[in-house]
């Protein structure tokens, strides 16, 4: 489990950064699968699983 | 020939490298710095074993963002050979510079003995002064040497004669036994569809002398500058 | 952690410096300060030593650094008297001890560094980072001298495999040597690996490293020039491992796996890019001195380098890079955060410094400065909070001459008529016996350890693990290094002096077996509570047996480590003396490997074999017991019979050289055909007959020193025979060496021995997997 913080203006942008990063660098597609969720906080940027 | 030498942070290779080059062949080590983007004119390119960026996250993983990787690159698709040992041909599967991927082997453990491997096929720039079907005996040292890729992708490379080594018993034929770490199809080595990237977990650069248990590793590097001089010879 | 200790230790509030003045609270009282001395592992005379010292009561911060420098681990309080005793000196030697590696000289310009230093307790409590941070801190040790590190070994010891304890201990342990040598790349090429119940609650984890370096670029732990910049390199400073040499120095009871904190975790990917970096700043001459901050972190680096120069040195805690937010003093100065590095520099250099360092992506702070008052002096933020003399801190450090007196139980022991044990000529044992001794964890392969070390990295490793000694290629000189680890904490419990002594003689004729002469000699002395008069009677007899064996070889001892407080509620465990032996070999062309080679081969016995039984491993294994005398060691025969292997193998008389040690003729002979199985067809058979004038079970498996078997071509044997009575000592033929995979035969006297060679290689390689990989998982 890798766990990010990342600011983003919405949800969707962020989201695509996410899965960009897992399909660049976090996950080997040849050997690993990933997903993950976003959650949003009001005082702190939001936080992917 | 001028043969360049990557150095990650966490090779720890290199200098093995180094030295199949100098004292080995006669031929001339250059080290590349992975913070450069230029290979220094070499002729010939080496990512050699260790732990780059200390395997974090993946082994290779990191390693194929540095800025030398784009040289390495664009140096392949010019059809530059390129060789990856060990970590460096865990690298150059996550780059998808080659097919597959390398997971923890089978057993869990590091393993690190002499293993014997079979030349599959000798039209590589690495393997050209080999004879087909040649038994060469070299250690390995790793603790994710395990190759693997989906069923279509090892057919296809069955198919294309792109499995390079295979690891097999002292005789010659692939058993579980002979197979340290659980490799599919006992593949040791790859290469890429225009064949002259090759990856291999055996340490050719560690079997250069007899005093040291073996001199079967300095055919990959003679073959090289064979493949060069005869690519030279073709240009001339 | 008592609530006092705690709040003293971590509240930044109740550090008062030495001048207290505005301090918002009062002072503690000098029984306070006491009472936490004591809880830091001082006694009430070292405290008062410590007020005569400041001719005032010490801050908080400076119990610490006390109670570090003082323990047993950094100020050798206990074992100084005994360590002046050994020969440090020779010809060859260019560091003795007192540097953070020995040097000896191996000609053409090259030295070889090396040292061996023990992790038992923090191993004990967390396997894996504790062996881990032993090689860490052994690697560092050797290249903080300049020398860039070729070859780890190390000596394990552990309690029964039959305990799942000692299962998860030797996996974790195996795992943390493995990983942390093999991401640095540095091969591990040998050691030797016990299995006791003495060791049962107390493994011991030694770690040695051998490196090699220009003579002429040799680096120190030293602090010249006022005004020079002191920087603290690596891995920032965090909470981890603080006061892991008083922890070292305590005995381990229930509750020390609360120490988990102390233990430190290691990172070799860090380690690796410091050692780069750390060569690179030596071999660029940009260093003054270099040291690396292992056992009580910052505080023994800075004041050992200051003392070896007899400076002063003053730094600032809060000029130190740290992990965590509110890291006190006490905290800084104290942890042992691994992969760090102190350097002294020149002002001019400090640039230079920082490229490389930024270059290897390594953090660099200046963290203070060269003095010469003499004082090791600590600021918080410009504030002081400690201020400290080098010279009693570092060198002051009371010591002990303690009452030795020995277990009567042991004499007891010891004077045991092993004549009335039964069944131990009987001919029908002897086959069995073999193989229970080839099956034993402590005598069978241990192919499974070594198998997960990366062993031929740098392509230097000529002979690697599983032969008497290991071969390294010396650079491009065309000569070698030869190295052993030995010790036997059986033999030593039952007769000190002489156990030790052996210890020494058995990693000499490792080294010479090999064709290397002996050089040089690092130990680690691995005792319980030495305030015990039976563990001092142990440690003292023991370090005189040392002195007597290296002065007898000619092997100077040249840095070492002492592990004291080895002891748990179930009492101590063997007085253990581990000797890491260096030799040199005039020529690769000429090294003799320890296994058969050919069929039609004489096989030879050199040395003499008596009526001697005790302490031996075939007592252990087939009669579950640890008594009698061990075998006596003629000193002046060691030394005739290491001249006699090192003249054998330059002249190319020898075809093969095994020590004749554990077990016994009987198994070094079956090593010697399983040996054989890799580089021939197969594992080679023997015919051989042994006339000793001695039982069967002396013959066969007894330990009787000063031995070793030999193979020669029958061309070579009548000179071979000829060169052993020049050097005055006993040879006997035994017979030839036989067909691959034929028949294992050996007589002694009347009782046979007869086996398949495949079935006693079968028992040699199943020891450790039998054990070791049945169970599904490894629990603690």
Redesign the interface.
């Known amino acids: 489990m890798i766990g990010l913080r990342i600011e983003a203006d919405d949800l969707t942008s962020c989201e695509q950064q996410v899965r960009e990063a897992c399909q660049r660098l976090l996950a080997n597609p040849v050997i690993e699968d990933f997903e993950f969720t976003v959650s949003e906080s009001a005082d702190q940027p939001a936080v992917a699983k | 020939m001028r043969f360049g030498i990557v150095r990650f942070p966490g090779s720890n290779c290199d200098f093995d490298c180094e030295r199949a080059v100098r004292d080995g062949i006669g031929q001339e080590p250059v080290v590349l710095w992975h913070k450069e983007e230029s290979l220094l004119g070499a002729d010939v390119v080496l990512l050699p074993g260790g732990f780059s960026y200390g395997d974090h996250l993946r082994a290779g993983a990191i390693a194929r963002f540095s800025p030398i990787m784009k040289a390495v690159r664009a140096f392949a698709a010019e059809g530059g050979p390129v060789l990856g040992i060990c970590n460096g041909f865990q690298i150059l599967c996550e780059a998808h510079l080659l097919p597959g991927a390398l997971i923890r082997n089978r057993g869990l453990r590091f393993r690190c003995h002499p293993v014997h491997v079979r030349v599959e096929s000798t039209a590589t720039p690495f393997t050209g002064e080999y004879d087909a079907g040649q038994i060469l005996r070299l250690p390995i040292a790793h603790g994710e040497g395990q190759y693997v890729a989906d069923e279509n992708t090892l057919d296809e490379l069955e198919r294309d004669g792109r499995v390079i080594f295979r690891y097999v018993n002292p005789a010659g034929e692939t058993t579980e036994e002979a197979n340290p770490n659980g490799s599919a199809r006992s593949i040791a080595g790859v290469c890429n569809a225009e064949r002259n990237v090759v990856g291999l977990m055996p340490h050719p650069e560690r079997a250069i002398s007899a005093m040291i248990g073996s001199e079967d590793g300095l055919g990959v590097f003679r073959s090289a500058v064979a493949a060069l001089t005869s690519l030279q010879g073709a240009t001339a | 952690m008592t609530p006092l200790e705690s709040d003293l230790m971590t509240s930044p509030e109740a550090i008062s410096p030495p001048d207290a003045g505005e301090s918002s609270r009062p002072a503690p009282e000098r029984d306070d300060l006491l009472s936490l001395a004591i809880r830091h592992g001082l006694s009430e005379q070292e405290f008062d030593a410590i007020l005569e010292i400041l001719g005032r009561l010490p801050s908080l911060p400076e119990v610490g650094v006390f109670s570090a420098m003082w323990s047993e681990h950094c100020g050798y309080k206990n074992s100084r008297p005994l360590l002046r005793t050994l020969p440090t000196t020779g010809d060859l030697v260019v560091e003795g001890p007192g540097e953070n590696a020995g040097v000896i000289d191996a000609g053409d310009g090259w030295g070889v560094a090396f040292k061996i230093e023990s992790h038992n307790h923090p191993s004990a409590v967390e396997p894996y980072q504790g062996a881990a941070t032993g090689v860490g801190g052994i690697l560092r040790d050797v290249f903080t001298m300049g020398a860039r590190p070729i070859a780890v070994l190390n000596s394990l010891r552990f309690g029964s495999l039959d305990s799942a304890r000692s299962r998860f201990l030797l996996d974790g342990v195996v795992?943390g040597i493995?990983?942390y040598g093999?991401?640095?790349?540095i091969p591990t090429v040998g050691g030797e690996t016990v299995f006791d119940p003495a060791y049962e609650q107390n493994p011991l984890v030694n770690a040695m490293c051998i490196g090699v370096v220009r003579l002429d670029s040799l680096a120190r732990g030293r602090a010249d020039g006022v005004g020079n910049p002191v920087m603290a390199v690596g891995a920032r400073t965090g909470r981890d491992g603080i006061h892991g040499a008083t922890f070292a120095s305590a005995e381990l009871d229930e509750s020390s796996h609360e120490s988990r904190p102390q233990v430190q975790v290691g990172?070799?990917?860090?380690e690796?890019?410091l050692l780069e970096a750390s060569l690179e700043l030596i071999e660029r001459d940009l260093l003054v001195g270099i040291q690396d901050m292992g056992a009580a972190g910052l505080t023994s680096s800075a004041a050992e380098m200051a003392s070896r120069s007899g400076s002063g040195i003053d730094i600032d805690v809060g000029l130190v890079p740290v992990r965590e937010p509110d890291m006190t003093p006490y905290e800084i100065l104290l942890s042992e955060s691994q992969e760090r590095m102190l350097l002294v520099t020149r002002p001019e250099r400090v640039a230079d410094v920082r490229e490389v360092l930024e270059?290897?992506?390594l953090q660099a702070a200046t963290i203070g400065s060269v003095t010469d008052d003499g004082i090791f002096r600590v600021r918080e933020n410009g504030q002081v909070v400690a201020e400290i003399p080098v010279a009693p801190l570092v060198d002051g450090c009371p010591t002990y001459t303690r009452e030795a007196v020995e277990s009567p139980e042991i004499i007891r022991l010891r004077e045991l008529d092993l004549t009335e044990v039964s069944g131990l000529n009987a001919d029908s044992e002897a086959e069995e016996s073999l193989l229970s001794l080839l099956r034993s964890p402590t005598i069978g392969s241990r192919r499974w350890i070594?198998?997960?070390?990366?062993?031929?990295?740098?392509?230097?490793?000529?002979v690697g693990p599983g032969s008497d000694a290991a071969v390294l290629?010396l650079e491009?000189t065309g000569r070698g290094i030869a190295a052993s680890v030995d010790g036997n904490g059986r033999y030593v419990w039952l007769e000190p002096r002489r156990g030790a002594a052996i210890a020494v003689a058995e990693a000499a004729r490792n080294v010479a077996c090999a064709g290397a002469r002996p050089v040089a000699v690092t130990n680690c002395l691995n005792f319980g509570n030495p305030l015990g008069a039976a563990v001092y009677y142990q440690l003292s007899e023991a370090v005189a047996g040392l002195g007597e064996a290296c002065e007898a070889l000619g092997t100077p001892v040249t840095g070492g480590n002492v592990s004291l407080y080895n002891e748990t509620p179930s009492g101590p465990i063997y007085p253990t003396p581990v000797v890491g032996m260096i030799g040199l070999l005039s020529s690769?062309d000429r090294v003799v490997p320890s296994a058969f080679r050919e069929t039609g081969d004489v096989v030879l016995l050199v040395g003499d074999t008596a009526e001697e039984l005790g302490g031996s491993e075939y007592l252990a294994v087939r009669h579950g017991l640890v008594a009698g005398a061990p075998p006596e060691i003629d000193l002046a025969q060691a030394r005739r019979l290491v001249d006699f292997l090192v003249r054998a193998a330059e002249e190319g008389l020898l075809r093969s050289a095994h020590d004749c040690s554990d077990g016994g003729l009987a198994v070094a002979l079956a090593e010697c055909s399983i040996g054989s199985a890799g580089s021939t067809s197969g594992p080679l058979g023997l015919d051989a007959q042994f006339h000793s004038g001695v039982g069967a079970a002396a013959a066969l498996f007894g330990e009787s020193q000063n031995r070793a078997v030999l193979s020669c071509t029958a061309a070579e044997e009548a000179r071979l025979c000829e060169l052993a009575s020049e050097f005055d000592l006993p040879i006997h033929t035994l017979g030839a060496v036989a067909a691959p995979h034929g028949r294992f035969r050996l007589a002694a006297d009347s009782v046979k021995i007869d086996l398949e060679v495949g079935v006693i290689q079968e028992a040699f390689e199943s020891a450790l997997p039998a054990r070791m990989e049945k169970e599904a998982g490894l629990t603690a």
């Not at chain 3, 093999?182 to 790349?185: K, L, S």
């Not at chain 3, 031929?456 to 000529?462: D, E, L, Y």
Request: aromatic share 12%; glycine share 6%.
């Open positions: 795992r493995g990983d093999n991401c640095v790349g990172d070799p990917f860090t690796k890019l270059r290897w992506d070594y198998e997960q070390y990366d062993t031929s990295v740098r392509t230097n490793t000529v290629r491009d690769l």
